[in-house]
């Protein structure tokens, strides 16, 4: 959003996953940008078009960086729903700047297991994405040696599931991988560690698209052997 005080800078908004469950930190990341030089130079940006590395010039200076930074929240949201962030305001060389709003879902809490797979199918901002979540298990192990104690966390297992797109037809469906992030989870009321990793796919159909996919052992890889069974049907 373009704040009505300082025509020319915007502050742009990004979240790393619109996903979250109760519990789950919640980061937004913000970027203050300069864009007033837009209607002085419409005429050197139609110039420029077809030159290819000057037109690269242009677009990293006609949208210069003024700030960049991170907000985190913890524990604020109760229940499940639609939940606005935002508007945030900056004061940039002494002049307010507002950001648009951010609009999330957040769902209820993974159940109590220190061992799953979670597969859930959402939208955000008319993209489809398979979000896939993994714990697993592990224990602290203490190594002496002469001079030193080591403690560290072993899991049983460092291979999370993942799409195996050799064994996915290109030509009806395709899945671009998003980003993922592991963190510390909250089981039976208090903070456990376990091996946890969120995967975002962004989900393409194609026409030729037969719904549902079932997603299992034919095209996941590393799924555990007690989970053989596990399936999840895409729509």
Request: proline letters at 2%; hydrophobic letters at 30%; aromatic letters at 12%.
């Amino acid at each position: 959003m373009i704040s009505e005080k300082c025509i020319g800078q915007v502050v742009v908004l990004n979240v790393n996953n619109p996903f979250p469950r109760i519990g789950d930190e919640i980061e937004i990341g913000y970027q203050i940008e300069d864009t007033s030089s837009l209607g002085r130079d419409k005429f050197l940006e139609d110039k420029l078009k077809n030159q290819n590395k000057l037109y690269e010039i242009f677009e990293s200076y006609k949208n210069r960086e003024l700030g960049k930074g991170t907000l985190k929240f913890t524990n604020i949201i109760e229940d499940t729903g639609y939940n606005t962030f935002g508007r945030f305001s900056f004061v940039v060389n002494g002049i307010k700047v507002e950001s648009d709003t951010v609009v999330l879902y957040v769902e209820k809490s993974l159940p109590n297991e220190e061992n799953g797979i979670w597969m859930r199918q959402r939208s955000y901002k008319e993209q489809d994405y398979l979000i896939i979540e993994q714990r697993i298990s592990g224990e602290w192990v203490e190594t002496k040696t002469d001079d030193t104690t080591k403690t560290e966390f072993i899991s049983s297992s460092n291979y999370f599931v993942e799409i195996d797109d050799k064994k996915v037809k290109e030509s009806e469906i395709t899945f671009i991988f998003s980003s993922s992030h592991s963190q510390d989870v909250v089981i039976n009321n208090k903070t456990e560690t376990v091996n946890y990793k969120i995967t975002l796919y962004n989900v393409n159909r194609t026409g030729l698209f037969n719904s549902p996919l079932k997603l299992n052992k034919r095209n996941l890889k590393n799924l555990p052997k007690n989970q053989k069974d596990f399936e999840f049907k895409l729509k």
